[in-house]
């Protein structure tokens, strides 16, 4: 058997780090020296990746070559922003494919999953989103992207260090108070009303061509109007909330009620049961793939609702508020301060929905191995 595994990126990663050397130093303030030191860690990885190494190994390998060539990338960029060569891309593409090469052994290289499949479907995301911050940080400041344009990932941390407690009232305002209040009344709102209408034909009939209007109306339209019916105070983004989790739920509610099969239905009536029974034992629980499916879209758009409702009329407070006032300001790592912070919340609340689905819907053929 040969000694050699070659892999496409490996092969591309070596061929990038030798076309580097044609441009040194990489940046102003990097010496040829340590050019050098950056070219020969990716250099080694890409020809380690390309023997057939133990899986671990070449794990470990392909780790330490591509975080911590692009560690020195990053730190040789130093206050020279805006100076890096053709070299310095050409070693970070290296760099990037070193970790592509890594995701693509800890996800099994195409071959059957291991013991370690959780392990791995946490760390290949992971890992994932670090080198989007990676790419974003050195491409930002090496091509030198005006500030204004679009700060690097530091700036940002350094901005969400430095601004907590902003941060956190703005997270009470809009999150603890309109979201969390305007989410729970719509949803609870809309799976009432669609119990209701499921046992009342004409008023499923009646209202879902009323469902549809409104859900087409648009976000900056209704927004204003509730700030001028509830005040300029949470409540009124709360009422935005509300209008935009209703619908969705009513609609995937009603859709899930009528998932239950006839012969299922028939035997619940052949056994004596009643309407509230059938609903009950039968179908809501065919109901609520659907119900989830209605909280997972509503996460999002209860969060995207109140921060543009925020937008049209808030007090001095709020996720919204402080990005249309930072904007005005040119502050846009605080902008993007905001925005991390809304993706982080949103992916959470995502994420435990998503967890609490598959607690509840175990039995589903699609959590089947």
């Known amino acids: ?21 044609t441009a040194l130093p990489f ?64 070693g970070l593409t290296a760099a990037w494919l070193l ?25 290949v995301p992971a890992l994932f989103g670090i080198w989007v911050l990676i790419l974003w940080e050195c491409i930002v400041r090496g091509a030198g992207v005006p500030f ?16 907590m407690h902003i941060l956190a009232a703005d997270f009470r305002q809009t999150v603890l108070k309109a979201v969390l209040f305007g989410y729970v009344v719509g949803c609870l709102t809309g799976f009432l009303v669609a119990i209701l209408a499921d046992r009342f034909r004409f008023f499923a009939q009646g209202l879902l061509p009323i469902g549809n209007m409104v859900s087409a109306l648009p976000m900056i339209g209704i927004a204003p109007v ?15 909330v509300i209008v935009m989790t209703f619908f969705p739920m009513l609609v ?28 009950g034992k039968l179908r809501l629980q065919a109901a609520m793939p659907f119900i989830f499916n209605a909280l997972k879209i509503n996460s999002t758009l209860a969060l995207i609702g109140a921060i543009v409702a ?16 930072e904007v005005g300001r040119m502050n846009l790592d605080m902008v993007w301060a905001e925005i991390a912070l809304a993706a982080v919340v949103g992916s959470l609340f995502y994420g435990a929905l998503a967890l609490l689905e598959r607690t509840v819907t175990f039995w589903h053929p699609s959590y089947r191995k």
Do not use: C
Not at 4 to 14: D, E, G, H, K, S
Not at 264 to 269: T, V
Not at 310 to 325: C, H, Y
């Open 1 to 21: 058997m040969s000694a050699l595994r070659p892999n496409w990126q490996a092969l591309v990663a070596l061929v990038a780090t030798l076309y580097s050397l």
């Open 27 to 90: 940046t102003a303030s990097m010496s040829t020296s340590f050019s050098l030191t950056v070219a020969a860690i990716l250099a080694a990885g890409a020809v380690l990746s390309m023997l057939r190494l133990p899986t671990g190994l070449d794990a470990l390998v392909l780790m330490v070559t591509s975080f911590g060539a692009a560690a020195l990338l990053i730190a040789g960029l130093a206050e020279a922003t805006g100076t890096a060569t053709a070299g310095y891309f050409a």
């Open 99 to 123: 970790g592509w090469r890594l995701v693509t052994v800890l996800s099994g290289d195409g071959r059957s999953s291991s013991q370690f499949a959780g392990i791995v479907a946490i760390t």
């Open 148 to 163: 204004v344009l679009l700060p690097p990932p530091s700036a940002i941390g350094v901005r969400i260090g430095n601004s």
């Open 226 to 240: 509730m700030v001028i019916w509830f005040g300029f105070d949470w409540q009124s983004k709360a009422a935005v």
């Open 252 to 279: 995937n509610t009603l859709a899930g009620l009528a998932a239950a099969g006839n012969m299922e239905r028939d035997l619940m009536r052949t056994y004596g049961a009643t309407h509230w029974q059938v609903l």
């Open 310 to 325: 925020e937008f049209f009329g808030t007090p001095v407070v709020g996720m919204g508020f402080r990005i249309s006032t």
